[in-house]
C-alpha cells in the first residue's frame, strides 16, 4: 500500500522524479584544502588542470546535450487553442545507453506581450516529456496569442541541458470552418436538398408513389380491433430520453395513432421510462385528440411515468401486460435487452405486436417475436407514411436520393478499388483513398494514406 | 405564439448543433448542449414525480382493485427519496467532518446503499435474467417457422451457436484443412464477416438517412407533430 | 402457453419443504443459517469510506492519499523506459491521539509511518460523531475476534432472496407476490434515480455554476469553477418546464420540449450522417478482385463481392419510391435474406450472454443466501 515515501516529502503529495531547475551539480570537489592546493599552481596550470577535468567529468556529472531544431506550428481546424512542437531529439538520448543520459523533456513557454519580457513557465503540469517523444500538441492556448517555446533534455537528476528556443513567436490560429469537413458537409448539403426537393415537389402537387409498408398498414387493423374488443393498447415509446430521435420518432408516430385513437373512440396508455417523454406524449396526445376533434376525450392520464430504472419499467410493462391484456402493442423507439421481454410477454397474451427501432442488436427479437417490425430506416419513415401528407411522403423520395447517392459513391469506390488493385495503379489508388478518407472521412488524415505505395 | 414560438426555438437550436459541428470554435456547445439536456431531464424528473404521486393516489381513494400495491409504491417512493435527498446515514468526507453535507450520497452501509443494494438490484438483476427463459421459447416459437424468412433466421443463429462453442469444433473437425470454410466456426466466420457485416452496414445506411430526414422535418416545422397537427 | 395445472404448485411445495429442512437443519446443526451476514470491525474512525482514506497494514494506521502521480523510470533489465503510477502518495496520516490529519514521517527505528508534530493539514474540528470502520466477513470467520453477526445485511439478503424468487414466480403466472416486487421496484428505483439525478446533475451542473461558493461551502469542497451567468438560461427553462404542475398555461412547458426535441434534431442529423452514412459507405469500398505478392485471392475477392453486393440488395429492399415487383422485387427478397441472416447472427450471438445472467442469480440464491456453493 505505501510504496512511494520519498516523493511525497520531496513534493508535498505529488510524486516527481525531479527536484526542479537543477544547476549541474558540482559533487564533493569543493573542500577548502582541495582548493588551497589548486591555488599552489601556477595559472595557465590552474587552467589546464580545469579544462582537463572538465572534460574527463563531463559524461560523469555533465547535463545532457540539448535538443535541437525546435518548431511550432499551428494546430489546422481547430478552435486556436494549440500549437504543435516538434524537435529533434538530444544526441544523448540513446536508448542503447545504461544508464539513459536524458530522462525526459522539459517545455517551457512564455506569452509574448507588447509590455514586458517574456517570462518563461513550465508546462504539461510540471510533468516531463518521456523521453524518445520528438513531437507534443500544446493545448488549452489563447487564441491569437503569440508564444516562445524553450525546450530542454533533462536527466535522472533533473539537470538540464541547454535549451532550444523558437526565433519567432507563433500564434494559435482559430479556423472558423473545419476543413476537414468541407465533404461531409457536401453530403449533407446534397442529402438535404434531396429531401428538400421533393417536398417542394409535393406542395406542387405532383404526385409520389411510395411501396406499402406492412407493418404501417396494420396499424389501422390493430386500433380498429381493439376498438372492436373493448380493450386498450399500450404505447412504448422505448427506454430513452427525448435526446434520442427514436425517441422523438416513437412520439411523432404515436401523434398518428393518438389521431386514430381518438377517431375511433379506442383506449391507449403511453407508461413511460422518463419524466421528459412522458411530458412530450401528454403535448401529443392532447394535441391529436384536438386535431381529431374530441379534446373533451383526452386527459392526462394516458401517458404517466413509471421509472427510469429499465429493468424497474420492465416489471412493471410485463404486470400490467398480463393483467390488462392490451389488444394492441406498439414498441417504438430506442430499445436495449428488454425488446425480447416485452415481445415475448405480448405475444402470450395474444396481442396484435408492432415493433419498430434503429437498434440493430434488438430487431432479432422484434422479428421473432412481433406480427411486423419496422426495421431500421422504416420505423423513420412511419411517421410521414402514416401522415399520409404529400410533403412528409416527399421527405421518403428525397431518402431515396440519398440511398442512391450512398449506392453511387459505393460502386465508383468499389470499381476504382478494383482497377487499382487489378491494373496496380498509383494513380487509381490515390484515388480511392481520396474518396474514402477525404470524402468520407471528417478527420486529419496523414499524407501518406493519400500517397501510397513510396 | 403557443405554436410559432415553439417551432421557432426547435429550428435555431437544431440549426447551431448543425453549424457548431463545422465551425471549431463553436464545437463545445454540442458538448454544452448534452449537459444542458441533462439537466432538464433531471430537473424534469419532478413532473415524472407529481404523475407518480397522482397516479396512485388517485387508485387508492379510488379504492381500485389493488389499491395496496399502489400503497406499497407510493410508500417505497416516499422513503427512498427522503431517506437519499437528506443523505440519511451518510457520513460526512473524511477531510471535512464538520460539513455534513459532503458524503458521498450512495456511501457503504447507508440506508440509501442498502436499498439499492437488497432491494433494486436483486429484482432488476432477476427481471433481467428472465431473459434467459424468453430466448428459449422466442427460439422456439421461431423453431415452428411458417416461411423461409423464419427458417433463414433461425438456421443461421442455430450455425452460429454451434459454430462459435466447442461443440462446432468437435463436430466438423473431421473436415479436411482446404475445406476449413465448410466448418462450422468456419460458416460462422463466414456468416458474420460477410452477410452479418452487409446487413448492418446497409441497415445502419438507412437508419442515418432516416434520422436525417426526420430531423429536417423538425427543423423545417414540417413535422410538428409533437406540438400538436395543423388539422 | 400450455402448462400441465398440478405439475407447477407441486414443485413449488417440494422446493419450500427442501428449503425449509435445509434452514432448520443448518440453524440446528451448524449454528449458521442462510444469508448470515457478519462484518468486521476494523478500527474506530471519524471517517467511514471516505474517498483516498485508507487503513494501511504495514503502518498500522489511517493514511490519506492524494491523486496518482506518473514518474518514468528506467528498466534496466528490459532497456526502455516505464511510466510508473505511483498509486500511493500520502498527503496525511491520522493522528488518532490529537484526532487530526497531519503529515507523516518515517519512524528511524521501525521504518513505519508515524504521526509527526508538525500542524494539521488541514483545521478540521473535531467531528460530533465516531463512524466505525467495517468491511463484509466472510461467515467461516464467524467467531473471530472483531467480526460480528450484521443484522441490516442479513436482513439485506434474505429481503433480496424473497424478492428474487417473487420475480421469477412471474415465469408461472402472475401473482401477489410477483405484484409486491414490481410495485417495491417502482417506487424505489424511481426514487432512487431522482436522488442521482439530484446529487449528479442539478447539484453540480446547475447550482453550481449558479452559485458554486454555496456548493463549494457546503456540498463538494473541491468544486471550483466560476459563477456562469448564462445557466440563469436554463433554469429559466426548467421552470417553464415545471410551470406543466400549474393548473393554466401549461403549453409554456412546450418551449423547453421544442428546445430540447430542435437540439436532439440537430445534433443527431450531423452524428449519424458522420458515422452510420459517410463511415458505413467508406466501410463498403472494397476491391472486387484482390491482389497479393502477385497472385489473385480467389476467396477474398468473393467474400468483398459477397458484402457489396449484400449491401445493395439490403439498400433495395429499403427502397420506398419502387414496388417490389420484378427484378426490384427480386433484389429486394435477397435483401430481406441477408437481413434475416444477420438477425439470426444477432440472436444467437445475445443467448450465450443471457444465460450467463441467469446463472448469475442462482449462485445468488445458492451461495449469498443458502450457502450450499461457494
Given at each position: 500500500m505505501v510504496k512511494r515515501w520519498k516523493s511525497v516529502t520531496a513534493a508535498g503529495g505529488r510524486g516527481r522524479l525531479t527536484g526542479g531547475r537543477g544547476e549541474p551539480a558540482m559533487g564533493s570537489w569543493g573542500t577548502p584544502g582541495l582548493v588551497a592546493w589548486v591555488q599552489g599552481f601556477p595559472v595557465v596550470g590552474q587552467l589546464v588542470l580545469l579544462v582537463v577535468l572538465g572534460v574527463m567529468a563531463q559524461p560523469l556529472w555533465g547535463a545532457p546535450a540539448s535538443p535541437r531544431g525546435l518548431r511550432a506550428r499551428d494546430v489546422r481546424n481547430d478552435a486556436g487553442r494549440a500549437l504543435t512542437l516538434d524537435w529533434q531529439l538530444s544526441p544523448d538520448d540513446d536508448v542503447r545507453l545504461d544508464p539513459p543520459r536524458v530522462a525526459g523533456y522539459r517545455l517551457y513557454r512564455a506569452e509574448v506581450t507588447p509590455e514586458e519580457r517574456p517570462r518563461f513557465e513550465r508546462i504539461r503540469d510540471e510533468q516531463d516529456l518521456p523521453p524518445q517523444v520528438d513531437e507534443v500538441v500544446d493545448e488549452g492556448l489563447t487564441p491569437h496569442q503569440p508564444y516562445l517555446y524553450r525546450l530542454v533534455a533533462v536527466d535522472a537528476e533533473g539537470r538540464e541541458s541547454a535549451a532550444a528556443e523558437l526565433d519567432q513567436p507563433v500564434r494559435p490560429e482559430v479556423w472558423y470552418f473545419d476543413r476537414n469537413k468541407r465533404w461531409f458537409l457536401a453530403i449533407t448539403l446534397l442529402i438535404s436538398a434531396g429531401i428538400l426537393f421533393f417536398i417542394r415537389q409535393a406542395r406542387r402537387g405532383v404526385e409520389l408513389k411510395i411501396r406499402k409498408i406492412a407493418g404501417l398498414e396494420a396499424v389501422d387493423e390493430a386500433v380498429g380491433r381493439a376498438t372492436e374488443m373493448g380493450r386498450s393498447m399500450l404505447f412504448v415509446p422505448g427506454i430513452?430520453?427525448?435526446?434520442n430521435i427514436q425517441t422523438v420518432a416513437g412520439i411523432t408516430v404515436l401523434a398518428r395513432i393518438g389521431r386514430l385513437t381518438a377517431e375511433y373512440d379506442a383506449r391507449i396508455e403511453v407508461p413511460t421510462s422518463r419524466s421528459l417523454v412522458m411530458t412530450t406524449a401528454r403535448e401529443t396526445l392532447e394535441s391529436s385528440y384536438l386535431a381529431a376533434g374530441r379534446p373533451d376525450a383526452y386527459h392526462e392520464d394516458m401517458s404517466y411515468y413509471i421509472t427510469d430504472e429499465q429493468f424497474g419499467y420492465v416489471a412493471y410493462l410485463t404486470g400490467y401486460m398480463v393483467r390488462e391484456k392490451p389488444a394492441a402493442c406498439f414498441f417504438l423507439g430506442a430499445f436495449f435487452a428488454e425488446s425480447l421481454i416485452l415481445a415475448e410477454t405480448g405475444n402470450s397474451i395474444g396481442a396484435i405486436q408492432i415493433a419498430g427501432t434503429a437498434e440493430p442488436a434488438q430487431l432479432p427479437f422484434f422479428v421473432a417475436a412481433c406480427d411486423y417490425t419496422l426495421i431500421g430506416e422504416e420505423f423513420f419513415a412511419a411517421s410521414a407514411y402514416l401522415s399520409g401528407e404529400p410533403e412528409q411522403l416527399g421527405t421518403l423520395k428525397g431518402q431515396d436520393v440519398g440511398k442512391l447517392l450512398g449506392g453511387l459513391l459505393i460502386a465508383v469506390g468499389c470499381l476504382l478499388f478494383t482497377y487499382a488493385h487489378g491494373a496496380d495503379s498509383p494513380a487509381a489508388q490515390r484515388a480511392v483513398n481520396y474518396l474514402r478518407f477525404q470524402v468520407l472521412g471528417t478527420e486529419d488524415i496523414p499524407e501518406e494514406i493519400l500517397e501510397p505505395g513510396e | 405564439m403557443k405554436r410559432t414560438i415553439p417551432i421557432i426555438i426547435a429550428a435555431v437550436a437544431g440549426l447551431v448543433m448543425v453549424v457548431a459541428f463545422f465551425v471549431p470554435p463553436l464545437i463545445d456547445w454540442r458538448e454544452t448542449a448534452e449537459e444542458w439536456f441533462n439537466i432538464l431531464a433531471a430537473v424534469a424528473m419532478i413532473l415524472g414525480g407529481a404523475s407518480i404521486l397522482a397516479m396512485h393516489l388517485r387508485r387508492i381513494s379510488d379504492q381500485k382493485r389493488g389499491w395496496g400495491f399502489s400503497l406499497v409504491t407510493l410508500i417505497a417512493f416516499a422513503i427512498t427519496l427522503s431517506v437519499g435527498l437528506f443523505k440519511v446515514g451518510v457520513p460526512p468526507m473524511a477531510e471535512y467532518p464538520d460539513r455534513p453535507w459532503t458524503g458521498e450520497y450512495i456511501t457503504h452501509g447507508a440506508p440509501l446503499w442498502w436499498i439499492f443494494q437488497y432491494l433494486i438490484v436483486p429484482i432488476t438483476a432477476t427481471m433481467f435474467s428472465l431473459l434467459a427463459f424468453f430466448v428459449a421459447s422466442a427460439a422456439f416459437r421461431a423453431f415452428r417457422a411458417k416461411n423461409a424468412e423464419a427458417v433463414l433466421l433461425l438456421g443461421t443463429a442455430f450455425i452460429v451457436l454451434l459454430g462459435r462453442s466447442y461443440a462446432g469444433t468437435l463436430l466438423t473437425g473431421w473436415v479436411p484443412e482446404s475445406y476449413a470454410a465448410l466448418t462450422l466456426p468456419g460458416m460462422t466466420d463466414t456468416i458474420m464477416g460477410v452477410f452479418n457485416t452487409a446487413g448492418q452496414r446497409a441497415i445502419m445506411i438507412g437508419i442515418a438517412l432516416g434520422i436525417a430526414s426526420t430531423s429536417l422535418k423538425i427543423l423545417l416545422g414540417i413535422d410538428r407533430s409533437y406540438l400538436g397537427n395543423r388539422h | 402457453m400450455n402448462r400441465a395445472k398440478l405439475a407447477p404448485p407441486l414443485i413449488g411445495g417440494l422446493l419450500l419443504v427442501v428449503l425449509g429442512s435445509w434452514i432448520l437443519v443448518s440453524t440446528l446443526v451448524r449454528h449458521r443459517f442462510p444469508g448470515a451476514q457478519y462484518r468486521q470491525q476494523i478500527g474506530t474512525i471519524d471517517v467511514f469510506d471516505a474517498e483516498g482514506v485508507s487503513w494501511s497494514e504495514e503502518d498500522q494506521l489511517w493514511v490519506l492519499e492524494v491523486d496518482a502521480a506518473i514518474t518514468s523510470v528506467w528498466d534496466a533489465e528490459r532497456r526502455q523506459w516505464v511510466l510508473e503510477v505511483d498509486e500511493a502518495a500520502i498527503a496525511a496520516v491520522w493522528d488518532a491521539e490529537r484526532r487530526q490529519w497531519v503529515p507523516p514521517q518515517r519512524d528511524p527505528e521501525t521504518g513505519t509511518l508515524v504521526p509527526s508534530e508538525e500542524p494539521a493539514v488541514r483545521e478540521a474540528p473535531l467531528p460530533d460523531r465516531v463512524w466505525q470502520r467495517q468491511r463484509g466477513a466472510a461467515a467461516a470467520q464467524a467467531g473471530e475476534p472483531d467480526v460480528h453477526f450484521c443484522w441490516s445485511q442479513t436482513v439485506g439478503v434474505w429481503i433480496a432472496a424473497l424478492l428474487t424468487l417473487c420475480v421469477f414466480s412471474f415465469l408461472y403466472q402472475d401473482n401477489p407476490f410477483y405484484k409486491l416486487a414490481e410495485s417495491l421496484v417502482v417506487g424505489v428505483s424511481a426514487a432512487y434515480l431522482m436522488v442521482v439525478g439530484f446529487w449528479t446533475m442539478v447539484v453540480p451542473n446547475l447550482i453550481g455554476k449558479l452559485w458554486p461558493d454555496f456548493v463549494a461551502r457546503h456540498v463538494i469542497p473541491e468544486h471550483r469553477e466560476p459563477a456562469q451567468a448564462i445557466y440563469y438560461v436554463v433554469l429559466v427553462l426548467s421552470l417553464m418546464l415545471l410551470w406543466?404542475?400549474?393548473?393554466?398555461?401549461?403549453?409554456?412547458a412546450r418551449w423547453p420540449l421544442a428546445f430540447v426535441i430542435g437540439i436532439t434534431a440537430g445534433f443527431r442529423l450531423i452524428a449519424h450522417l458522420e458515422a452510420d452514412f459517410a463511415i458505413q459507405i467508406q466501410a463498403t469500398i472494397l476491391p472486387l478482385i484482390v491482389r497479393e505478392n502477385g497472385t489473385y485471392n480467389l476467396w477474398f475477392a468473393l467474400r468483398n463481392t459477397a458484402i457489396v453486393f449484400s449491401v445493395f440488395a439490403c439498400l433495395t429492399y429499403f427502397f420506398f419510391s419502387i414496388e417490389h415487383t420484378g427484378l426490384v422485387g427480386r433484389m429486394a427478397r435477397l435483401g430481406i435474406g441477408v437481413l434475416m441472416i444477420t438477425f439470426g447472427a444477432g440472436f444467437a450471438y445475445t443467448v450465450m450472454g443471457r444465460i450467463t445472467l441467469l446463472t448469475q442469480r442462482l449462485e445468488f440464491l445458492l451461495g449469498d443466501w443458502l450457502r450450499l456453493i461457494g
Open positions: 430513452q430520453d427525448m435526446n | - | 406543466r404542475l400549474s393548473p393554466r398555461g401549461g403549453w409554456i
